[in-house]
Each structure stands twice: as C-alpha cells, then as structure tokens.
C-alpha cells in the first residue's frame, strides 16, 4: 500500500471513529486511550465543529423566519416558568395578549440573529481536544458549546429584546392588564403603575427563551445527524 492509500485509510478511520463517539458513544477502538487519541486529532475536532455549526444554522434560520420561530416545539419548550405564568395568567384575563407577545417575541429573536451567531461562532471555534474527550466520555457536544456561549448569549441579546419588545409596546400592555395582579410585583419587578420592567422581567425572561431554545434546536441537529456522518462512508 503506497503512501497515498496509508493517509486515505488513517483518515478514514479518524473520521469513523469521530462520528461514532458523537452518534452513540460507543468506542470502537481496542482501547479508549487509542479511540480518544484519534478523535482529538485536528479532524475529529473539524468534524464536531462542523456538526455544531451546521445546528446553529439551523437554529438562525428558524428566529430569521418569524412563521418558523411560531412553529417550533423547542421554542415553546424553552419558555421559563415565570413567563409561562404569566401567560396562562392572561390566558384568563386578555388571551388576545399572549399571542400578541409570542409574536413580538419572535420578531426579537429575528433582531438577535447577527449578535447570537458571531458568539455561537466563535465559541465552536473555542473548542480543544479536552472538550473532545469530554464528548467521547458521554457530554454533548451542545453542551459544551452552552456551557462556553450561555451567559455570554443572555447578557448580549438581553439589551436587543428589551428595546424590540418596548418599540412594540407589549410590556406596557401587559403591565396594564396586569395591573394589581401579585404576579406583577413578583415577575415583573414593580407595582401595577410600573411601565417598564426591569432585568429581571419579561425582556429578560424572553431572552432565556431565545437562548435556551436555541441550544434545543442545537442539540436536536447533533442527536439527528450525528450517525449520518456515517453515510458518506457507506457504515
């Protein structure tokens, strides 16, 4: 076997083992010390980068689209407790509220997309051998990925969404429908004759929504596509 076909078959075999650790976990290899050595090669990290980065396409797409962020399960999922009370609160006393405020809130999310996507980036392209080995022992790449950007996502959109959602006036609003419920005080951070929340209230909440939401899309991409990775290589 020439040299050509040696670098063939060793890559191969990267790429193999690579995909297999982020599909199922199972290793492989006859030793994990040998399997772990392989995937954190600088093709092993390629490959898990490029499965992030393709979920958070995925993800920016879905808050670029105003009828796609409405649609999605994992943005629902993704909606604090707080908030959730909130609405079924309204659900009683202005049900026409809630889905003013879902809209709005998906009109922020499609204002965040150019800051959230340089952060989510740049921190896939933070990742080392160690967060590999990580990954080969059990951690989801996404994970990772939402231990490194999470707080970092918050602080950066939370400004966007608070200016989207007072520009379209549904927090004064939901301040106004509110008014003298105990929820106000408690989630939104004033009495009912309070305007205007403050970083604790309905921008802020929404702005874990949109983080949180976009790890689930994320994370969903890396369980779907994982073993695919196989395809290419007829596995």
């Known amino acids: 076997m020439n040299n050509s076909q040696n670098e063939s078959s060793k890559m191969k075999k990267y790429i193999i083992i690579a995909a297999l650790v982020l599909g199922t976990g199972v290793v492989i290899d006859s030793t994990m010390q040998s399997c772990t050595s392989l995937a954190t090669t600088d093709l092993g990290l390629s490959v898990i980068k490029r499965l992030l980065l393709n ?136 009495s009912g004759s309070n305007t205007k929340v403050n970083a604790g209230g309905l921008s802020q909440l929404a702005s874990e929504q949109l983080v949180n939401g976009l790890f689930y899309i994320i994370e969903d991409y890396e369980q779907q596509n994982s073993r695919a990775l196989l395809g290419p290589l007829g596995k």
């Open 55 to 190: 979920g958070i396409d995925k993800g920016m797409n879905i808050y670029s689209s105003k009828e796609a962020f409405l649609q999605n399960n994992m943005v629902d999922r993704a909606l604090p407790k707080q908030l959730r009370d909130i609405n079924s609160t309204l659900e009683r006393i202005a049900p026409s509220l809630v889905a003013k405020e879902r809209e709005y809130i998906a009109e922020a999310a499609a204002y965040t997309v150019n800051t959230s996507r340089p952060i989510l980036q740049n921190a896939v392209n933070s990742l080392t051998a160690q967060d590999v080995t990580r990954i080969i022992q059990g951690t989801t790449a996404t994970q990772i990925l939402k231990e490194k950007a999470s707080q970092q996502l918050i602080a950066a959109i939370a400004p966007k969404v608070d200016e989207k959602l007072n520009q379209y006036g549904i927090v004064k609003t939901i301040n106004t429908a509110l008014s003298g419920n105990s929820l106000l005080g408690g989630l939104l951070g004033g």
